[in-house]
């Protein structure tokens, strides 16, 4: 899809159809409503006056101007309701565009002038949000469908601002076309077969995106975990034929040099170094506590966590943010085999710690505190873990919902703060000390489950057995990386959940490390 931008007329714009937002119980005869109802010789008014559309949020219109009947150049309009003007912000912008997108292909429309409104205080952000929502929307699960498959697609689109800059806007649009690419590259990977994401495929998509973007990469294999002594992360490996593959990539800025303390900035105004951690199971089948057949094949998806950190260090690798950035993914399958590990042996973990394996289906824990472990050896003085990690997450916050948790409640409220601007939303639950007694073992120091009681929290407290004495925060995606129905603005499948926030998150702690002057200034 070809990306362009105006700042000019929009009656001038030379495309198929145009995309309006409409407030809610906004009319026709008030600002920028009057223009176009005059440009399209009282369509407006007529649409409003028949209340088909009220501006609610969700709600389309879709209308042809008949030859003759005005003077836009485009002959289709599609008026999108977008709720109270008061509560536009970057996240409605962008599931304004989404759903824009989604129906006008559905009505073979190939080329789309989208109007940003009320964006004259942000055009930049705008139109980054609108060309992020369109990309995301357009992506469709179908990779392997060979017949009746959408062959629709938007060819160019227009992101239209009166009176903005068209630099701005073309800044704008650049960095809301690598978010978006990068939130579909996530997607992409979370929605492969496990035969076609193996930790080895996995690993080589990640040393791509390092020598496309420039990022330092370095895969640990088998050897190598043995030797750091990994026996946690080797031990979920041990039931597969496949080799595990604990993949690291480092962003450094141009000429960083470190700053006082040698150290980039981290949330919360500290030096140090942030780092991603991501749950890489390429496929999860329980291993020997193997896990019921029905919809088990979903747990494709188990690697998703890795997958947003490979989105957001590819996205991070072109957006330059002014830190250093970390991202480590253990990446391995799980599966039930004469090798594999059984409930009730026992596991040395990287820092130390022996572990007491009572269910092999709460693997995505053992990868991570070696992960972690690893993490901070590279230096990471702050981690941000993500990981579809406990079942129990869609219990308690079902699909709308990532469950957080973590050690640094200042890092907690940033991640939610960032998560909040872009639409993403998430919830804290507890980690109080007492957990932690669910999780003691009567043979090694802990155990890798905690009974049925706040099965999220106690697979919290087991890593935070490992993130102990840093900056933590654990993201719980289980329930929120995949959506089981469409959404106007989205396909089923994957959601990318979490790319657009972590991003957001380094955008903020860049902007406020630099006196909250932008981080363009
Ligand atoms: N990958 C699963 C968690 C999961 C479940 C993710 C459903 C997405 C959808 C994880 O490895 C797991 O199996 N967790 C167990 C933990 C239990 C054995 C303590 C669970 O949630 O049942
Ligand atoms: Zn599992
Ligand atoms: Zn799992």
Redesign the pocket.
Known sequence: MDIQVSTGRVGDADVQALVVAVFKDEQAHEGFLQELDAATGGLIKSVIESEELKGKEGETVYVHLGEGRGDLKAKRLLLVGVGERDGYGAAQVSQMAGTAARALRARSVKTVGLITRGAEADAERSAAVAVEGVLMALFEPDKYRTSEKEERTIERLVIMTQGASEDVLRRGAERGRIIGESVNFTRDLANEPGAYMTPTIMAERARAIASEFGLEVDVLDQARMEGEGMGSLLSVARGSEEPPALIVLKYTPEGFTGGADGGGKVVGGGEGLLAFVGKG?TF?S?GI?IKPGENME??KY?MTGGATVLGVMRAVAQLKPPMPLLGVVPATENLPSGKATKPGDVVRAMSGKTIEVI?T????RLILADAIAYARKLGATQIVDLA?????V?IALGDVNTGILGTDQELIDEVIAAGREVGEKLWQLPLDKEYTRQIKSDIADIKN?GGRKA?TITAAAFLKEFADGISWAHLDI?GTAWGDDAKPYRSKGPTGVAVRTLLNLIERTARASSGGKGEKS
């Open positions: 199971v999860d329980g506590s979903l747990m188990d269910n289906d709460a693997e995505g579809t990690l406990t079942g129990a869609s489950v099965g289980a």
